[in-house]
Structures are given as structure tokens and as C-alpha cells.
């Protein structure tokens, strides 16, 4: 981790140093994909139209999701009943960008629905399984060894670390993706916004709302984390935090 | 690198990289069956372990990473390895000094080189000649 | 539904499923050796089985690219206070994902 941390507002960092020379790993990972089409293991043309889809996802797809199913009972069964089914209805098609999804985020997703007497937050203790294709990638602090070590047995603390304090009659549930499934929360729609039309809606439905480290309600329509600036080159849009996705239509 | 100087300052930091197991190891004749049990242990399988308090932070994605996790599922998609293959040697073969030590997307690419020369696809030599040719094109020493 | 992944072998579906929403089942404590995607936390506890997901590819065969013979995949939920002794919240639940092998009647 940098030393270039501010501890001052707690809100964001300063500008990291940007390094000069390039890194080992920009040099192995440069070295790899070279090899790799130079052998013909893959073309320069497969990378890019994967990078294309991977610049197209992030978590407004699943924000979407979220406000039709507030607004739509008929939709909202389906979620549940078929998550990947009803993902296509807002123009989100797993098996992309390959004819039968990526090779890491496989088509069993879960659609969790919270209640007045259930919360659900997700982790992948093994390593970081995610629904990318929904919410696009994951943020640095869900990688962490400490939030897959201490959410599943210290879930409260955590919560209360990102601002979220729950009643003790209300049950905690930690769903840990560790193999095939990939999960999503379905926050309860907050008081207040009775007459809000769906793009209302979904802008309060923050990525950290569907990880289920926050609650949706009026006004709060970004999730504030410190953010570690790049130390290298960032081509093009970065990921969130700062960009919200629109997917291409 | 090639400095004496160069060479004993690796030294130091090798010999800070070793697992803290406070007991003296260099007759290794037998292991207590709780150590095995714990050196055995898969380092990935982190849940329940006790940790501090942190800030959460978010960070900017770098493109490196970017093409990182692009090439590791463009791999995947050309039937090179499968996603499983992928965590395992990426979270758990490399142990855990690089495990704990390295970026997220270190252990990615670090195990897409690995398992390309495993499987034959590229010789070590030729991806140790291939990353001097990267390093000295963009001028790094 | 559907896997991630081109299979180089036919595959062979698992058999009918051995468990049943509601079940009671205890993960295995097997060896580990290289591999494994069942916790540790979650072996030798009782936990209740929430759904019955999908069949898939076991993570010791596929993490060594043997894509062959499918199995039943189950979520199970755990309590916390069977996990955690001193977990101080008696509703709050845990669930992971198994396949069928690690599991065992409770």
C-alpha cells in the first residue's frame, strides 16, 4: 500500500506519485499477450473485443435491475425465479462476450431479497467472485484479505465500518460466493420515494447497496470511499469508483 | 542488479520474505502433524482469520490490470485454462509470500506466464527473453 | 443451465441429488493437499441445505483441467453461533456453496 495516504478528511487520497519506469508486472503482462498472439493462442482481435465488453459493464446494469424490480411485482418474481433470465429483459445477456458467458463469472446468478427481518451482504472469502457482468468490477476493498477474512464472522463490525448499524432482531445474512453462483442483493425499496419513476429509483441503487454494505435511501446517490489514485497509466474510462456505467445500448 | 552491493540488498529483503515461523527450521526431519496440517493449508481459504480494522478503499483500475484480467479470460476463452485452474495457481501455488505480497493482478498474470510454460505453449527461455526485450524497449534498467 | 467454459470431454450428468431443501448435512473434514474450495470454517459443522443449484465440474477436478463427470452443487446455510462460539447474535446465518461430496447426513 502507498504511504501517500491522507488521513485528514478521510474522504480521498492526494495524487499518488505517478511512476516513471514501467513495472514488472506492465512488462509480464505486456511479455504474456505478446507471446500469446505471436504463437496464436489468441488474436489481438479476440483481446479487444473482450476489453470492449469489459469497458461496457458496470453496476448501473444491475441498478436498473433493482429499480424495475421495485416497480414491477412481475418482474420482481422473475428476478427471483431466474436472475439470468431476467437479465436479458434490460439488455444484459450473460452469455456475452464469448456465445457462453466469461470464462469466470458463469450463468448462475442469485438474486437476494432483503425483507424488514433479513439482510443479506456478499463476499468471496476464496479470492473475489463477483456478477461482473452485472455490476461490473470488483472494488479493491472487496479483494481484501481483511473483508473475506472478518465478513464472515465478524459481519456486523464490518457493516458498522461502512456506516451500516442493524438491529440485532434483524438477521445478518453473509452469502459466501466460494464456487459457481454468483449473487446479488435486492435491497427493500426505502420509504420516500412512493411516486419516484425507475431512473429515480435507480440512481439511490449504489453498487455498495447490492454488495449489501449500504441501504438505498433518497439522496444518497454515490458510494464515498478513499480513493487510491493510479500510479500508472489509465487508458480510456477507468472503472468505478469514479465512472458509473451506462451500458451501451 | 549485478552490483555485490545490489546482490547482498536482495539478500535482505529475501530473507525478510520468509514465512514467520518463529522456530528454528534447518533440520526438517519431522513435522508436527498440526504444522503440516497448517503448511498444507490452502492459502486462499482465508475466512474466519482475525484481522484489524482498515479503511476500505477503492482504486483506480490501471490499464495494466485491465489488460491483465483481459488476457487471463481471453486465455480462458480460447480454451488455454479454465477459471479454476487460473485460482488455483493464482491464489494458492504460489504460495504465501506472493500471495499476501503482490498486487491483485500480479498473482493473475504471474499465473497465466506460469501455466504457459507449464502446458508447453512457450518455452521459459523465450518468455525470459521476451520480458528482457519489453524491459530494455521501454527503457527500464 | 448453461457452464462457463467449452468442455474438451463429454460430460456425464451427476445422479439424482442426495439432499433436499431443508436437509441437515455436516461438511466433510477431508485432507487438504494443493486444492480446495471448501472453507475451513465450515468444515465439520451442521448447516441446513438452502437450495439445490446446479451440477457442475467438482473445483479438485477442474483446478487440474478434468472436466468430465458433473455433480450436484447445494447452498447451505450455517448459523453464526455454530460456527463462531462467542458469535453474540443468535439469528444471523452464513450460507456457502458445496458439492455434494463434502457433504454428509446430519
Known amino acids: 500500500m502507498s504511504n501517500a495516504h491522507s488521513h485528514g478528511d478521510g474522504s480521498e ?41 469489459a469497458e461496457s459493464i458496470g453496476p448501473a446494469a444491475g441498478s436498473r435491475l433493482v429499480a424495475k424490480a421495485w416497480t414491477d411485482p412481475a418482474f420482481k418474481a422473475r428476478v427471483l425465479e431466474d436472475a439470468v433470465a431476467a437479465c436479458k429483459e434490460i439488455g444484459i445477456d450473460w452469455a456475452e462476450p464469448t456465445g457462453f458467458g466469461t470464462p469466470s463469472d458463469y450463468m448462475n446468478l442469485r438474486v437476494l431479497e432483503d425483507t424488514p427481518t433479513l439482510h443479506h451482504v456478499i463476499v468471496c ?39 451500516l448499524i442493524l438491529p440485532p432482531e434483524v438477521e445478518v445474512r453473509v452469502e459466501d460466493s466460494n464456487q459457481k453462483c454468483r449473487f446479488m442483493v435486492l435491497p427493500m425499496r426505502p420509504a420516500g420515494t412512493e411516486n419516484w419513476t425507475e431512473e429515480q429509483l ?48 | 542488479m549485478s552490483a555485490r552491493k545490489d546482490v547482498l540488498k536482495q539478500q535482505d529483503i529475501i530473507g525478510s520474505l520468509q514465512p514467520a515461523i518463529h522456530v528454528p527450521q534447518n533440520w526438517n526431519y519431522e513435522v508436527e502433524p498440526d504444522l503440516y496440517k497448517a503448511y498444507m493449508h490452502p ?37 488455454l485454462w479454465n477459471s ?27 499465473a497465466a506466464a506460469r501455466m504457459l510454460v507449464d502446458k508447453g505453449h512457450i518455452s521459459l527461455v523465450e518468455l525470459i527473453e521476451k520480458i528482457a526485450e519489453v524491459k530494455a524497449r521501454h527503457g527500464k534498467k | 443451465m448453461a457452464r462457463s467454459r467449452s468442455p474438451k470431454n463429454p460430460q456425464r450428468p ?24 471448501t472453507q475451513m470454517y465450515v468444515r465439520g459443522v451442521v448447516g441446513t441445505i438452502a437450495a439445490c443449484t446446479y451440477q457442475d465440474v467438482i473445483p479438485e477436478d477442474e483446478a487440474f483441467n478434468r472436466d468430465g463427470q458433473l455433480e450436484q452443487y447445494y447452498i447451505v446455510r450455517f448459523r453464526q453461533k455454530d460456527l463462531w462460539p462467542e458469535y453474540p447474535f443468535d439469528n444471523d446465518t452464513v450460507q456457502t456453496e458445496s458439492p455434494e461430496r463434502w457433504l454428509e447426513p446430519a
Not at chain 1, 473475489?128 to 456486523?156: F, I
Not at chain 1, 433518497?218 to 451500458?247: L, N, Y
Not at chain 3, 442426495?18 to 485432507?31: A, C, E, N, Q
Open chain 1, 13 to 53: 487520497h492526494p495524487a499518488a506519485p505517478m511512476v516513471e519506469e514501467i513495472t514488472d508486472f506492465e512488462v509480464l503482462e505486456i511479455a504474456v499477450r505478446e507471446l500469446a498472439i505471436e504463437h496464436g493462442l489468441f488474436t489481438a482481435d479476440d483481446h479487444r473485443r473482450f476489453t470492449e465488453w
Open chain 1, 125 to 163: 472469502t476464496l479470492c473475489s467472485c463477483y456478477p461482473r457482468p452485472l455490476l461490473g468490477m470488483s472494488p479493491e476493498w472487496y479483494r481484501t484479505t481483511n473483508y473475506r477474512r472478518r465478513l464472515v464472522r465478524w459481519p456486523r463490525q464490518v457493516l458498522a465500518e461502512f456506516g
Open chain 1, 202 to 249: 435507480a440512481e439511490i441503487v449504489t453498487r455498495d447497496c447490492m454488495i449489501g454494505v449500504a441501504l438505498p435511501r433518497p439522496g444518497r446517490t454515490a458510494d464515498i470511499h478513499p480513493v487510491q489514485k493510479a500510479r500508472r497509466p489509465v487508458k480510456r474510462t477507468s472503472h468505478p469508483p469514479e465512472t458509473a456505467h451506462e451500458r451501451k445500448k
Open chain 2, 43 to 79: 492459502p486462499h481459504d482465508v475466512g474466519g482469520q482475525f484481522d484489524v480494522p482498515v479503511r476500505y478503499e477503492e482504486k483506480e483500475e490501471e490499464q495494466w490490470e485491465l489488460d491483465t484480467y483481459v488476457t487471463c479470460e481471453v486465455l480462458g476463452w480460447r480454451g
Open chain 2, 84 to 110: 479454476e485452474e487460473r485460482r488455483r495457481r493464482a491464489d494458492n501455488d504460489l504460495g504465501y509470500t506472493l500471495y499476501l505480497g503482490i498486487p491483485y493482478y500480479g498473482r493473475w498474470i504471474l
Open chain 3, 14 to 37: 451427476a445422479g439424482k441429488a442426495r439432499f433436499k431443501v431443508g436437509d441437515r448435512v455436516r461438511v466433510k473434514d477431508l485432507p487438504n493437499l494443493f486444492y480446495s474450495r
